[in-house]
């Protein structure tokens, strides 16, 4: 992806890099410059151009602000200087895979209509759909991280159908849905306990390899370990987010909804208010902006919470569900701030998500 670019005396300067795979390319109207690996935070390249003479380009980025600074010196005079946000490099992705998509939109609608007329079982179709999540993912960040992210989706599914079966439910296995991640299709739950069960052991799995990975990332300092780690912790804590049709919505809904009491509704919604509290003062405000979805659709869902026919759990179960779900969201934010504390590129993507 674009790091930055901007214009200098007719020439147009831009750095590419990967925080994946390291990669740094500069290039000056296009043509290559220099192409090299850098796993740090700040870049440097002395530059020998045949019209411009001889110049420094420097770029730093901030871990925890997310802003980066870059400047063209000659002989530490400073010639030209900017900032530019991790927000504005999704962005440049993001509008270069709409750009893609809209060169040939005929041929792609009509090489889907074709795929999915040929494929007539589940199995094609999980292909069919692993296949476009990987390319959808390569097209926005790398190949690589797309391999990663779909490693962590792929384990957090197979903790769900674990679940599934383990409760005697039978399952179609997973999907890797393009863009949006991944659903596992199985039998209706029959009562809250199962809801919270399956739902929960998806995070459960995910956190079992996001704490594994973060071990070896300790034991190793690699770079590639350190971002799988941080990866499957920020994927699986935006599944435990409060909001239905999340995993964290069905375990909320399900506590919530059990044995009908309106104090343990009210005593939700308290809890609910100390969380939101809590993610302000660390900063982390999407995961309040999430809470507070939550808490709307709770207030929304009363009348289905009077007249719901399935069968709740008892107070111990409920109380077991409501810390196996706080802890496993500590835990993960835990891992996302050690790992961008650390200093590690790419790390504080996961840390500017969660403040954005």
Do not use: C
Request: hydrophobic residues 50%; positive net charge.
């Amino acid at each position: 992806m674009v790091l930055f670019e901007f214009e200098y005396q007719g020439y147009q300067f831009k750095l590419s890099g990967s925080s994946i795979t390291g990669k740094e390319q500069l290039t000056i109207n296009d043509e290559l410059i220099e192409e090299k690996r850098n796993f740090k935070t700040s870049s440097e390249y002395q530059i020998h151009h045949a019209a411009l003479g001889d110049l420094l380009l420097t770029y730093q980025l901030g871990i925890t602000s997310g802003k980066g600074k870059y400047q063209l010196l000659r002989n530490a005079e400073v010639l030209y200087s900017g900032e530019t946000t991790t927000k504005e490099v999704m962005d440049k992705a993001f509008k270069n895979v709409d750009n893609k998509i809209d060169k040939k939109p005929s041929h792609l609608i009509g090489a889907f209509a074709i795929g999915f007329k040929l494929m007539k079982s589940a199995k094609a179709v999980k292909v069919l759909l692993a296949g476009s999540a990987l390319a959808g993912w390569s097209i926005i960040f790398s190949w690589q991280f797309a391999l990663v992210l779909i490693a962590v989706i792929m384990f957090h599914e197979y903790g769900h159908v674990w679940a599934m079966k383990k409760m005697g439910m039978k399952t179609k296995g997973f999907y890797l849905i393009p863009f949006v991640g991944g659903v596992a299709v199985g039998d209706k739950a029959k009562t809250h306990w199962q809801q919270v069960f399956i739902a929960m052991m998806g995070p459960t799995f995910g956190l079992a390899m996001s704490v594994v990975f973060y071990l070896i990332f300790l034991a190793t300092q690699s770079h590639w370990i350190g971002l799988l780690a941080s990866v499957s912790a920020l994927v699986n804590i935006f599944n435990l987010l409060p909001v239905m049709p999340l995993d964290g919505g069905q375990v909320v809904k399900s506590i919530v909804f059990s044995g009908r009491s309106k104090w343990q509704y009210i005593g939700l919604l308290v809890m609910s208010a100390a969380v939101f509290a809590l993610s302000m003062t660390f900063g982390l405000s999407l995961i309040s902006f999430f809470i507070v979805l939550g808490v709307i659709d709770l207030l929304f869902s009363y009348k289905e919470f009077k007249t719901q026919t399935i069968e709740g759990m008892d107070r111990y179960s409920s109380v077991f569900s409501l810390v196996w779900y706080l802890i496993t969201v500590v835990v993960f934010v835990g891992i996302i701030l050690a790992i961008a504390s650390s200093g590690l590129p790419g790390s504080e993507l996961a840390t500017t998500i969660l403040k954005s």
